[in-house]
């Protein structure tokens, strides 16, 4: 699913995503008011939606794998 909901936080800046839609300003202003100290940016992510997730979801971390035997 589609939303803006799914930016990212990072450092000083937020990240988030674009649809093409007549939505992305009114997004991208609201979380100017919200994060006023960062610079928001807007990064088109159609296609990763397409996949599952946005770029909240494929940027958080990984665990290590834990195999036997693996220090």
Same mark, same amino acid.
């Given at each position: ?5 799914? %930016?990212? #936080?990072?450092?000083?800046?937020? #990240?988030?995503? +674009?649809?093409? =839609? #007549?939505? =992305?300003?009114l997004a991208?202003? *609201?979380?100017?008011?919200? %994060? ?14 397409? $996949? $599952? $997730? ?5 940027? +958080? +971390? *990984?665990?290590?794998?834990? %195999?036997? $035997?693996?220090?």
């Open positions: 699913m589609a939303s803006y909901a799914k %930016f990212l #936080i990072c450092n000083d800046a937020v #990240i988030v995503p +674009q649809y093409d =839609d #007549i939505n =992305d300003a991208i202003e *609201q979380l100017e008011k919200v %994060f006023p100290h960062h610079q928001v940016v807007g990064v088109r992510t159609r296609e990763i939606v397409f $996949g $599952g $997730g946005n770029i909240h979801c494929i940027t +958080q +971390q *990984q665990p290590k794998p834990s %195999f036997k $035997g693996n220090n």
